[in-house]
């Protein structure tokens, strides 16, 4: 039996932990070849040897995608191994410190814009005409609860979350008719390196405890790496410009 994503090939960025790696995983042994980009090279490695310990194909690109070259990098490195590229996961992402606008640095702020929202821009931008020459591709990017409203985490990360989700819909509409779908998974908790990042002292208003009292437990990551998986999938073919909420009710509350 064909698997669902034989002969396709798919960049999984941030893939060497958490969301990341799960669905690079998931792809992979749903017969997709995975280019994992991610600036930890031990991570990154780690997950490649892991999809072609279980007989499939796998190769990392390291870098910070906050850089062109790397972004770049990755796109080339992606045609000259596989040929093409069919989709694309943007899902590396790096957390606030839970603060309010006043208390923000213009270190975190610059950051948080770059990796979270500039770096899946200028993917998204490299990708893309590889796509439209092919007449087909899927996006998926992964937002989060924090782009749906304010109470989710720090302001600079919430504005990431919501530039995300922007960059969601306008790619929707920019591409309809070039058979290209873009949309975004926007998870709450999900029990990763970055859920355990935030601080237990954190005032932010998705404090760990918060979050547990109103949604009852966090998610793993296969859990959101199926829904991304979902969304690139050909099931998914009348979908796009949507926000998927994988959140277990919380943005219901
Ligand atoms: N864990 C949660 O509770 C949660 C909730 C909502 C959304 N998210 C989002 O899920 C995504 C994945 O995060 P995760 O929870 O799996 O965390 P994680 O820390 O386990 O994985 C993030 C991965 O991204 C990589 N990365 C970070 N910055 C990078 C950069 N500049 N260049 C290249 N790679 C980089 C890291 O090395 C890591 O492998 C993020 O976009 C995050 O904002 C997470």
Known sequence: MTKEFEGKVAIVTGGGSGIGRATAVQLASLGAAVVIADVHADTANDAVAAIRGAGGHGVAVVGDLSDAAIVDNVVTTTIREFSAIDVLVCNAGIMDDMTAPHEVSDAVWERLIRVNL???????????????????????????????????????YTVSKHGVIGLTKSAAVMYRGHGIRVNAVAPGGVATHLEVSIKSDATGPASVGNYQANVGRVASADEIAAAIVFLASDAASNLSGAILPVDNGWSAI
């Not at 899946?120 to 924090?146: C, D, K, Q």
């Open 118 to 156: 500039t770096a899946p821009f200028m993917l998204t931008r490299a990708v893309v005409p590889h796509m439209l020459e092919r007449g087909h591709g899927s996006i998926v990017y992964t937002a989060s609860e924090a782009g749906l409203r304010g109470s989710a985490a720090g302001t600079a």
